[in-house]
C-alpha cells in the first residue's frame, strides 16, 4: 500500500461556519422560566445542567484521601452568591478554609486550626453559651407555643448568628445584611438553580452582598480598634489575634468566613427540627424519647469515657438525623469531557454511621456506643500501624494559639483537629462509624459548638418542660435549611403550666 493510500483524508472545512437551524417547538422548553437574567442563566444554571454529582466510597477509616479535593469544592451554581462575576475568586475577593484544598491551607492544616482556635469548648462555655441560651429562651417563649415552630426559630436565629461572629444584634444588624441572609438560606434549601424561587434568591444574595461586605468589614475594624464591648465573645476577634491577618487568614477572608458560614450554620435549624421530630409523643421515636428521660436526671454525670452522658445523647442523635449528606469534593480527571469541571463526588455520611463494618448494632438508638469508640487521642501513631499502615497519614502537629490563652490546635493520625486546654485534651469521636462531621483534617470546624448548640436545647426542653406536637395543617409553610433541604413547618412545642 503506498503511503498515498494510507494516509487519512482530510476532513475538508465549510469557510463559513454552519448554523442548525431548529424549529420553535423542537427547543428544550420548560428548563427554566423565560424570564430569568441573562447572567444568571450563564452563571448559575448553565454550569449546573452541564454538572453532575457522584456517589463515592464509604469510608472505612476516618479519613478522606487528598484525591479528592476541597479546592473549589463548591457546588457550581453557588458561585454567583458568593462572588462577583459568578466565577471563584478567592485570591482578590476572599476565600473560606471550607473551599481550599489541604495542599494551599498552610503548614499542618493552618487556616484550620485558626479557624478552630474561635470554636474550642473553653470558648463555648464562658463566651457562647450566653448567646445560645438567649436565643433558646427567644425562640421558646411562651408567646410562641402553640404555633409553627420553625418561623419563630429563624426570628431570632439571624441575632444568634451575628451575635457570635461579630457582637451584633436587632437594630445593628442592617436590612440589607438580613435580606442577603435570606436570600443565601433560600438559594442553598430550595437548590435547584431552575426554579423561579431560586433565581430570585441568589439574585438578592447578590444585590445585597456588597452591603454586607462592607458592614462586615466595619465590625472587624471595631473589634480590632478595641471599641466592641466584649469582643472576646465574637469568632472574629480569635480570627484576629491568631490569624495575625497572615496569608492564611486575611482581613478579606474573615470578611468571606462571616458570611460564608450561613452554609455551615444553616444546617442547626434542620437538627433543631428533626430532634423536635424524635421528641414528640406519637410520630417521634419511642427509643428517644426514652433515653430522653434516663440521661436528663443526670446529663452531665462522670461515668467514665471522654464524654458525659448528654454528650454521647446529642451525638447519637447526630449519628442518626445525620443533617449534613455527604463531603462533597472535586475530583482529578483522567479523561472527560463537557461538563467535569463543574461536578463533584460525595463521600456519604449516613451509609459509614450506620454500616454494620463500625458498629455492632448499627440500627439501636446507642448513645452508649461512643463509651468505648475510638476517639482522636486514641488514634495516634501506633493506631496507624494497628491498622496496617507503615506511618500516620498526618503527622502530629501543634499549633498553640497566640490570644492569651494555654489552648494549642493539635490532630490525630488522620487529620482531625482538636484542641488541648491547659494541657487537658478534648477529644472527639475518630471512627469513620460517626460520620454527621464528616471525616480527617477536613471534619467539622464547628463541631463541639454544635453539640453544645443541641445540648442547650435539650436542657431548655427539660428544664421548661418542653414537649413537641405535630400539626395537622393542610399546608404547612416551606422553610429552607441545609443545602438541598427544605423542611414542611409543622411542629410546634408546648409548655406545660
Ligand atoms: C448541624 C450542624 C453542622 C453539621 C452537621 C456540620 C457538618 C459538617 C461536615 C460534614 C463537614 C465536612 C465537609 C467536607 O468534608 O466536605 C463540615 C465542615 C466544616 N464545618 Fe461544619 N457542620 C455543622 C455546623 C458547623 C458550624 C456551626 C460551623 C462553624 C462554627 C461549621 C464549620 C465548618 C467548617 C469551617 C468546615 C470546613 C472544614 C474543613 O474543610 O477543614 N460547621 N461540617
Redo the contacts with the bound molecule.
Keep these: 500500500m503506498s503511503s498515498q493510500q494510507t494516509k487519512a483524508k482530510k476532513t475538508e472545512q465549510p469557510e463559513t461556519s454552519i448554523t442548525i437551524k431548529v424549529s420553535q417547538e423542537k427547543l428544550p422548553v420548560g428548563v427554566m422560566p423565560p424570564d430569568f437574567p441573562e447572567d444568571y442563566v450563564v452563571g448559575a444554571v448553565t454550569p449546573f445542567l452541564l454538572s453532575s454529582e457522584f456517589v463515592g466510597e464509604t469510608p472505612h477509616l476516618p479519613m478522606?484521601d487528598l484525591a479528592l479535593s476541597?479546592e473549589k469544592?463548591v457546588p457550581v451554581q453557588l458561585w454567583g452568591m458568593l462572588y462577583k462575576n459568578w466565577v471563584p475568586n478567592p485570591e482578590e475577593e476572599g476565600r473560606?478554609?471550607?473551599m481550599?484544598g489541604y495542599e494551599n491551607?498552610g503548614p499542618d492544616?493552618r487556616?484550620?486550626r485558626i479557624?478552630m482556635s474561635?470554636?474550642t469548648p473553653d470558648l463555648i462555655d464562658q463566651k457562647y453559651r450566653p448567646k445560645i441560651q438567649l436565643f433558646y429562651k427567644r425562640f421558646l417563649s411562651d408567646s410562641n407555643a402553640g404555633k409553627p415552630m420553625m418561623k419563630h426559630y429563624f426570628e431570632n436565629y439571624y441575632d444568634l448568628y451575628w451575635n457570635?461572629h461579630v457582637g451584633a444584634m436587632g437594630d445593628e444588624i442592617p436590612d440589607e445584611v438580613r435580606q442577603f441572609s435570606e436570600g443565601f438560606n433560600a438559594t442553598l434549601g430550595f437548590w435547584y438553580p431552575t426554579t423561579e424561587m431560586v433565581c430570585k434568591a441568589l439574585m438578592q444574595a447578590r444585590a445585597t452582598r456588597e452591603v454586607l461586605k462592607a458592614w462586615l468589614d466595619k465590625r472587624v475594624q471595631k473589634i480590632m480598634d478595641g471599641k466592641q464591648p466584649d469582643e472576646d465573645s465574637t469568632?472574629v476577634h480569635y480570627w484576629l489575634k491568631n490569624g495575625q491577618l497572615g496569608e492564611n487568614f486575611r482581613r478579606i477572608d474573615i470578611v468571606f468566613?462571616c458570611f460564608h458560614?450561613f452554609l455551615?450554620?444553616s444546617?442547626?435549624a434542620?437538627?433543631v427540627y428533626n430532634v423536635a421530630a424524635k421528641l414528640e409523643p406519637v410520630h417521634g421515636d419511642p427509643a428517644v424519647r426514652v433515653r430522653f428521660d434516663q440521661v436528663m436526671k443526670d446529663p452531665d454525670a462522670s461515668d467514665g469515657g471522654a464524654f458525659t452522658p448528654l454528650d454521647r445523647l446529642v451525638m447519637e442523635l447526630?449519628r442518626v438525623i445525620?443533617?449534613?449528606g455527604?463531603?462533597?469534593?472535586t475530583m482529578a480527571r483522567n479523561r472527560a469531557m463537557l461538563g467535569t469541571a463543574f461536578s463533584g463526588i460525595m463521600?456519604p455520611?449516613l451509609p459509614a454511621s450506620m454500616s454494620p463494618l463500625h458498629w455492632q448494632n448499627p440500627t439501636e438508638f446507642d448513645p452508649d456506643r461512643f463509651k468505648s469508640a475510638p476517639t482522636t487521642v486514641d488514634n495516634d501513631e501506633a493506631k496507624a500501624h494497628q491498622v496496617g499502615l507503615a506511618r500516620c497519614p498526618f503527622s502530629k502537629a501543634s499549633f498553640p494559639v497566640k490570644d492569651g490563652r494555654k489552648v494549642t490546635m493539635t490532630n490525630s493520625a488522620f487529620g482531625a483537629?482538636y484542641s488541648e486546654i491547659n494541657g487537658k485534651a478534648v477529644p472527639l469521636v475518630d471512627t469513620a462509624g460517626y460520620?454527621?462531621?464528616?471525616?480527617g483534617?477536613?471534619?467539622?470546624?464547628?463541631?463541639q459548638?454544635?453539640v453544645e448548640?443541641?445540648k442547650e436545647f435539650l436542657r431548655h426542653v427539660w428544664k421548661e418542660k418542653v414537649s413537641f406536637s405535630k400539626l395537622d395543617i393542610p399546608v404547612a409553610s416551606k422553610q429552607p435549611v441545609?443545602p438541598g433541604t427544605v423542611l414542611n413547618d409543622d411542629i410546634a412545642f408546648n409548655k406545660a403550666k
Design positions: 478522606i476541597k469544592a473560606s478554609v471550607f481550599q491551607r492544616n487556616r484550620k479557624y474561635a470554636t457570635l469568632f468566613e458560614n455551615a450554620f444546617q442547626w434542620n437538627m447526630f445525620s443533617p449534613n455527604g463531603s462533597f469534593s463521600t455520611h483537629v460520620a454527621p462531621f464528616g471525616f483534617y477536613r471534619r467539622c470546624a464547628g463541631e459548638l454544635t448548640f443541641i441545609n
